[in-house]
């Protein structure tokens, strides 16, 4: 999916270039008709479990440590920051908001970059620089100091979520690639319940050297993410092509059923701002980035402020940060399970809907008692909901966006609009409102009814324009048409993306 490690930007193109189903109309040697027409799907099967077992590994690794290392100052809070710092509300939400507009800015370019610098070294490369960012975090003494540091974490994390799923989808096909998103994704839900579990244990460091809790909180966990980022320099491969996990047969049989999977893109597909364009234009597009936005709102609502809503509904500051690993816990359980069976049925809006509605369930739980420990029971369903539904969209949206380019840009449009609703959640939780946070849950029920909505506009406009594309096949194909190329062949799939009428929109 990008270049490998010598920069070749032609040879990744092509190693990573998948081409249109074996009906479409792309002109192939018979070489490479045999190639496709005998794949060994149990053979493929081994191939995709090597993967599974080496690369995705290390992507859960990745985001873990991004979500840990940008959420952590929630549990830093209740350990003592604000205190220590002497922060008002207002200066926390000013931190806590800093992070989200580098972040926000950096992942667009980063993922139109990432096929040229090679994501064997990018990726490393960013981890191993947020970690000493995050380890410095420990040291500030001051309202400003924090800002600054949280504003480079913002821009050197960035660009590692997006990046992560398009680097993936340049390994797995359109229908294994929501289940791989879930199970690297599921590392969000995991930190939640692994951070409170860590930030409990580093508070019994207060006083040691001199620092205080929370400051053990940044400097160990950002020092782990300096390792992790080293290491990982050796173990990241740029393509298939490029894994040294995989034998030679392997590699052709993952590049054969990638090629099956995807319309052809070759060296051709070059940058254009008519991809970037095209990604900004398309409808579902459009409704994903709303869908994006709204959870995201919810999202980092939950994860940044977890500790302090739980401890807010009467329990103890050590009893909160160990009472936040439950709904993140089944977080992790839910976002499996509905991925598996997204990719399982290949369907998108059906699971989508049905989170949405098992959010609204947890939301209107907690408006509706006054009881601590009901409210506290009715987290488990929002996070249940909230994290479920990003591997689904993520999916969504990398399934219907064509060419690499478009692609990268849809990726990385939606995930800036789940940047944007961090923005809206860092000021969603002030603590004169709590423990029941009327307003914003308030706010956050009706996103969750839009994201069903959503789920269900997307799916009827993606259908109606699958249909258009079989009626108006020919039309569409008309200005490719040539005495070679009687269907178009690669022109019409570079020119037309997944608006080609033999592209099939994930539904």
């Known amino acids: 999916m990008s270049a490998p490690s010598n920069g070749n930007e032609t040879q990744a193109a092509a190693a990573n270039a998948p081409s249109s189903p074996s009906t479409s109309s792309i002109h192939k040697s018979d070489i490479e008709k045999h190639s496709l027409e005998s794949i060994d799907q149990a053979e493929v099967d081994k191939a995709v479990k090597k993967m599974d077992l080496v690369i995705m590994p290390i992507m859960t690794m990745f985001y873990l440590l ?6 952590n100052i929630g549990n830093a809070r209740v350990a003592g920051l604000q205190k220590g710092l002497g922060l008002t509300d ?11 507009i580098p972040y926000i800015l950096s992942e667009l370019p980063s993922n139109l970059l990432l096929r040229k610098i090679g994501p064997n070294w990018a990726m490393p490369t960013i981890l191993t620089l947020w970690g000493i960012i995050v380890t410095f975090q420990g040291f500030v003494t001051s309202f400003h100091g924090l800002i600054a540091v949280r504003f480079f974490i913002g821009l050197v994390e960035g660009p590692m979520f997006p990046g992560i799923v398009l680097y993936l989808s340049g390994f797995y096909t359109r229908t294994q690639i929501s289940v791989r998103v879930a199970f690297f994704f599921s590392a969000a839900s995991l930190s939640g319940a ?3 579990l860590l930030a409990a244990a580093i508070s019994n460091m207060h006083g040691v050297g001199g620092k205080q809790a929370w400051s053990w909180i940044f400097i160990l966990e950002g020092l782990f993410s300096v390792l992790m980022g080293v290491i990982s320099f050796f173990l990241v491969p740029a393509t298939p092509r490029h894994s040294k996990f995989l034998t030679e047969s392997q590699k052709n049989l993952i590049m054969a059923q990638l090629e099956r999977d995807r319309p052809f893109v070759n060296p051709v597909d070059t940058f254009s701002f008519k991809h970037i364009r095209h990604a900004f234009t398309s409808p579902h597009v459009f409704f994903m980035f709303v869908v994006f936005f709204v959870g995201g709102t919810n999202l980092f609502g939950l994860a940044l402020f977890s500790p302090s809503i739980i401890n807010q509904l009467g329990f103890s500051p050590n009893h909160s940060q160990l009472l936040s690993v439950g709904p993140f816990g ?3 359980c839910m976002t499996l399970f509905i991925a598996y069976v997204s990719d399982r049925y290949r369907t998108r809006a059906i699971p989508l809907f049905s989170l949405s509605i098992v959010g609204i369930i947890g939301y209107s739980m907690y408006l509706g008692t006054h009881n601590k420990h009901v409210a506290y029971a009715s987290i488990y369903f929002m996070a249940m909901g909230i994290y479920g539904t990003v591997p689904v969209v993520a999916a969504w949206i990398s399934n219907n966006s064509e060419p690499y380019y478009t692609r990268a840009s849809a990726i990385a449009i939606c995930f800036m609009a789940t940047n944007l609703g961090g923005i809206l959640s860092t000021w969603s939780y002030p603590t004169k409102e709590g423990p029941r946070f009327k307003k914003t849950n308030t706010m956050n029920l009706i996103f969750m009814i839009v994201t069903g909505l959503l789920a269900i506009a997307n799916y ?4 109606y324009k699958n249909n258009k594309k079989a009626e108006n096949r020919a039309k569409v194909l008309a200005p490719y048409i040539t005495e070679k190329e009687p269907d178009g062949g690669v022109t019409a799939w570079v020119e037309l993306g997944d608006r080609h009428p033999d592209f099939r929109y994930a539904l």
């Open 66 to 71: 991004s979500f840990l290392d940008r959420t």
């Open 90 to 100: 207002h200066q926390y939400q000013i931190c806590v908001t800093v992070t989200y």
């Open 194 to 196: 692994f951070s409170g």
């Open 330 to 332: 089944a977080a992790f």
């Open 460 to 463: 009827v406009v993606l259908r």
